[in-house]
């Protein structure tokens, strides 16, 4: 019987033009996400992990468009929409919490205002009723004395007070796809974890499905089914996240698990970094675009674009490594 599927991305490909020329932010995107999945979608920053997921929520900014592929929605293709029908699809059944609170957060609206803004919208509800949920979602997300909180600005709270009232806003009307765009990134350790904890257990209240954008793969393991891993606007490896993170297939996924430390490590071990820099997105190479810094680089893979590699159990790779260890097999 087949799974049902909350969301599809078929070969999605945006572009920005620029006067300098085309930069393929996207190349070629697909995964598909089910009813109460959680997928984390990892790389280096300029990988198009963001960009991806403007375009699922409908806020790619101009020259930003995009150019192929498909996005549907339980059925429903999302790039035909009006901008009436995605204002209402955005926030009723998808919300995203962007990376930076301070500066998603209106400075000159206090914070109860924000919050019932999106009620009031969405749901027309009357004021006295906004407040009310907006109240016990600032409590749900672990914000005390919320009547304080309510007629605060956001340069009042700190940090991770900012960070639960973007969460607070994403999940105040009861989305079925939330959108994590690195959460956690500005936070110290202890508020991260404190984070983390409270969005495992609201998506296993509410059983909506997560799409958790970051470059910190010990984030990955806490909280996600499966994981895509990008790198230069593809997605080079997918797979359920046990497979990731103890059967690494790319070469670039094995350079992010090294690059990690790691507390259950026996004895001192050194850190490898991965060597040289992200590619240059208006000058594509022609073959792989991790080429230039893999250490098991080929002729092939300077020439030609790999194909992806089933591996089995829904873990797939694109490297030509596969390719060449296949055709031994066989």
């Not at 909350?6 to 932010?25: H, I, N």
């Not at 995203?96 to 500066?103: A, G, K, R, S, V």
């Not at 700190?158 to 956690?184: K, N, Y």
């Not at 297939?249 to 071990?269: F, I, K, N, Q």
Request: aromatic share 6%.
């Amino acid at each position: 019987m087949e799974e049902k599927k909350l969301l599809e991305v078929k070969d999605l490909k945006v572009s920005f033009f620029t006067p300098a020329g085309e930069v393929k932010a996207v190349d070629g995107v697909s995964y598909e996400l089910g009813y109460g999945e959680v997928m984390g979608i990892v790389g280096e920053s300029g990988s198009g992990k963001s960009v991806e997921a403007y375009s699922i929520i409908g806020l790619l900014q101009n020259p930003g468009r995009v150019i192929g592929g498909s996005i549907t929605f339980e059925g429903e293709d999302i790039l035909s929409y009006s901008e009436k029908q995605m204002q209402d699809f955005r926030g009723n059944k998808v919300s995203m919490i962007f990376q930076n609170p301070m500066t998603c957060l209106n400075p000159v609206y206090t914070i109860g205002n924000q919050l019932m803004e999106a009620l009031m919208c969405h749901r027309s509800m009357p004021k006295a009723e906004a407040k009310k949920q907006a109240m016990e979602m600032l409590e749900l997300v672990g914000i005390n004395n919320v009547e304080k909180r309510m007629v605060q600005y956001p340069h009042e709270l700190s940090g991770g007070m900012r960070q639960r009232v973007m969460i607070a806003m994403g999940l105040i009307c009861h989305p079925q796809l939330l959108i994590a765009d690195e959460p956690t990134t500005a936070l110290d350790v202890t508020i991260q974890a404190q984070i983390l904890e409270l969005m495992k257990n609201l998506q296993k209240k509410t059983q909506m499905s997560i799409i958790f954008i970051t470059h910190n793969l010990g984030v990955v393991a806490e909280i996600c089914d499966k994981v895509s891993v990008m790198y230069g606007g593809k997605i080079v490896e997918q797979g359920l996240v046990n497979d990731i993170f103890y059967s690494p297939a790319h070469p670039y996924t094995r350079g992010l698990l090294r690059s990690m430390p790691r507390v259950d490590a026996e004895e001192y071990e050194r850190l490898i970094p991965i060597e040289g820099t992200p590619i240059d997105l208006l000058n594509a190479p022609a073959g792989c675009s991790f080429a230039p810094r893999c250490e098991h680089c080929m002729k092939v893979c300077l020439n030609q674009k790999p194909a992806y590699t089933d591996l089995g159990n829904k873990h797939i790779s694109a490297c030509w490594l596969h390719a060449k260890d296949a055709k031994k097999e066989a």
